[in-house]
């Protein structure tokens, strides 16, 4: 098991900045990606960012150059990414949870799970 705490989310102006935080305790050994998604009243829960642990980060075009996901901290016990969000604007408004994936067994025929956190609330608003 994966457990997943988000922090950092509050109500900021348009143009302003918020940083979150997910820390991943528990079976980290097993996770091989960290990212997050967001969803916001009324709509479906949307891909934000991904951090894979062999590979690069990818991000969804609504995010694409004013957000930046980052790996933290890696280790056996603890896995700590954040997401930093500049310009923010209006439509950034959502409930942001961090995303982890895990694998394990045998190359050939892998076990997977998605584990993900509580969720932290965002409100762009003037």
């Known amino acids: 098991q994966v457990q997943l705490v988000e922090s950092g989310g509050g109500l900021v102006q348009p143009g302003g900045s918020l940083r979150l935080s997910c820390e991943a305790s528990?079976?980290?050994?097993?996770?091989?990606?960290m990212g997050w998604y967001r969803q916001a009243p009324g709509k479906q829960r949307e891909w934000v960012a991904t951090?894979?642990?062999?590979?690069?980060?990818?991000?969804?075009d609504a995010v694409k150059d004013r957000f930046t996901i980052s790996v933290i901290s890696r280790d056996n016990s603890k896995n700590t990414v954040t997401l930093q969000m500049n310009s923010l604007k209006p439509e950034d408004t959502a409930v942001y949870y961090c995303?982890?994936?895990?694998?394990?067994?045998?190359?050939?025929?892998?076990?997977?799970?998605?584990?993900w956190g509580q969720g932290t609330q965002v409100t762009v608003s003037s």
């Open positions: 951090m894979p642990w062999r590979g690069s980060a990818n991000y969804g």
């Open positions: 995303h982890a994936r895990a694998s394990w067994g045998p190359i050939e025929a892998p076990s997977n799970a998605d584990y």
């Open positions: 528990g079976r980290t050994r097993s996770i091989d990606a």
